[in-house]
């Protein structure tokens, strides 16, 4: 992939590399909460939309599936128009992409138009991945090498907290203010109550557009310290002699990407159908959303933990430790009714926390000049995320409880990762920021 180009600004003097660092780190904190924010509103607008278009499983993740498949189409321009005209004007092109996007969600509300919103979120999810590409390896590779996991994790905490507040303002404008939101499970729309509902969309999109557009702004106009050689692609002549695929970490950890967010996107969409059924929790979409808001909080809690807990001990045992708790909660879900159900299904968004960050500090450790190729590879394989269709099919064949067993054997393999595969070989010098 082609590399980011150094045409930021000067790295911070010697004496202040911290004080600039810290300020960087906020800004993009804020990218990370926005895109998190984002990205769940659709989990909430899900069994929304299921109603207004009368859908079945798999035709509900297909809606998650197209936001995934953008991080496969788009990942490799993302990293071409970021070598063209750097890191930083391409954040605020991304950001002005997903503005666009969610502005279409008004006449697709107004259309009541299924094509168009799949469109709409594609479009989102593209600039979405235009963040992705720059924001996270920079934050990876922007300090001590020894510390990439811990500070990825840090930042990824605020993403949390989108993620956190997503579901309660989407809750609110949205289900709160529709037939589909506020009745019982699977409720059946007349005409008129599908197009009433559909409209429900517009207000918070309106909002989302606004804030897009005035991060853009900032974005825009603040300057952020330069990526140093951790990113910068190796020479023609010295590619020839190194291969992304002698690393064992970064081949098993591009898979171990895809699986996780198989599972974490198949828990997040499919979790307020799921404890809205009368055998688990028996309560409205609307009052679903809540909870939904609790499983992300706990997201947010893992990964301030994990932070805590890397500097403590190596990555790779914190992951092994956090897999085994996900696969355990995951057997509780599929197999018991009732409230525990529930509660365990929400407890399995603590155990994620720390899956991505880590996953991927972890996939490009020792990839010396080859960083910013191998973080590609990696920011590619979330396309993982669209193979939640496999979990809206094997719902509707096998019903939506035992579709869980797909998430737990995705947490197999990432425990596999931690405690093999993630071990580098031909591991290149650690190279961090300037």
Known sequence: MPAIPQNAPPPASADTPQKAYGSALSLLASLFFMWGFITVINNTLLPHLRSVFVLDYTRTTLIESVWFIAYFVAS?????????????????????????????????????????????????????????????????VIGPPETGSARL???????????????????????????????????????????ADAQSVILPYVLVTIALVLL???????????????????????????SLWSHRNLVFGVPAIFIYLIAEIGVANLFINFVSQPNIANITHEEASRYLAILWGGMMVGRFLGSVLMRRFAAEHVLAAFSIGAFGVMLITTFVDGPLAMWSLIAVGFFHSIMFPTIFTLGIKGLGPLTEEGSGLLIMAIAGGALVIVQGWLADTFGLQTSFLLTAACEIYVLFYALWGSKATNALPDQSAE
């Open 76 to 140: 490799i321009p993302s990293a071409k128009l970021i070598a063209r005209i750097g890191y930083q004007k391409a954040i605020v092109v991304g950001l002005l992409g997903m503005a666009v996007g969610a502005a279409m969600m008004v006449p697709a509300a107004m259309l009541t138009s299924y094509g168009l919103v799949l469109t709409a979120l594609f479009v989102i999810a593209s600039g979405i991945t235009l963040l992705q590409v720059a924001a996270n390896p920079y934050v990876a």
């Open 153 to 195: 994790n840090l930042v990824q905490a605020f993403n949390s907290l989108g993620t956190t507040l997503a579901p309660l303002f989407a809750g609110y404008l949205i289900l709160g203010r529709s037939k589909s939101g506020t009745a019982g499970t699977d409720v059946v729309l007349t005409q008129a109550e599908r197009y």
């Open 216 to 242: 853009a702004v900032v974005m825009g106009r603040v300057k952020l310290p330069a990526i140093g050689q951790a990113t910068q692609r190796s020479s023609r002549e010295e590619r020839k002699t190194l």
